[in-house]
């Protein structure tokens, strides 16, 4: 049953005539229905903020796909997680996203709309399918914001990240005012 609320969730957030009642729902709620845990943000690991908010802009620093019981999704695609590992690993690094974004604003209603992300990829350097991977969690920014997570987007291969993080991805959301 759950999965069929998310897939009816999912499908409706990008069905063209569902899209103008999507702006009117509350993100904390589509969380829930989608049964998605937030976290507890990470700590930075160096000298860095893992949000920024200038105006009403928030800048979120890379993050990693961060397990629900604690560490992280390592590894390379293409040697040692498949593509759909990969879009796994990039859904969890969407909730890892929110999560901070949470913390950092209090309540995801004051998301205006998700402006751009940027995600890296830990490939071999013959993997091609970057996109298909960063789709998890462009996906999930648009089952949880209906059109207001849709983004500008980028998706590219890295021949390493961080402690072998299988993908790193960082946001630009703006505020509403």
């Given at each position: ?10 499908v409706?957030a990008?069905?063209p ?5 999507q702006?009117?729902?509350?993100p ?5 229905a989608l049964?998605?845990?937030?976290i507890?943000?990470?700590p930075?690991?160096a000298?860095?903020?893992?949000a ?7 800048y979120l620093?890379?993050h ?9 999704v390592?590894?390379?695609v293409?040697v040692?997680?498949?593509?759909e590992?990969a879009?796994?690993?990039a859904r969890l690094?969407?909730?890892s996203l929110?999560?901070?974004?949470k913390?950092?604003?209090?309540d995801?209603?004051?998301?205006k709309?998700?402006v751009k ?11 091609t399918?970057?996109?298909?991977v960063?789709?998890g969690?462009?996906?999930l920014l648009v ?6 997570g849709?983004?500008a987007?980028c998706a590219?291969g ?12 960082e946001?630009?959301?703006?505020l509403?005012?």
């Amino acid at each position: 049953m759950k999965k069929l609320i998310i897939y009816i969730l999912a499908v409706t957030a990008m069905h063209p005539l569902v899209s103008s009642a999507q702006n009117n729902v509350d993100p904390e709620a589509r969380i829930k229905a989608l049964g998605i845990q937030l976290i507890t943000p990470t700590p930075p690991i160096a000298n860095y903020l893992k949000a920024v908010r200038v105006g009403n802009m928030v800048y979120l620093s890379g993050h990693g796909p961060d397990k629900p019981g604690g560490g992280q999704v390592t590894g390379k695609v293409g040697v040692d997680l498949t593509v759909e590992q990969a879009n796994d690993a990039a859904r969890l690094v969407g909730i890892s996203l929110l999560s901070t974004l949470k913390a950092e604003i209090g309540d995801l209603k004051k998301v205006k709309r998700i402006v751009k992300v940027t995600g890296m990829v830990n490939a071999v350097d013959t993997f091609t399918q970057h996109p298909k991977v960063i789709n998890g969690c462009s996906d999930l920014l648009v089952q949880v914001f209906g059109e207001n997570g849709k983004h500008a987007r980028c998706a590219v291969g890295m021949s390493s990240l961080p402690n072998n993080i299988a993908v790193e991805i960082e946001m630009i959301v703006e505020l509403k005012e």
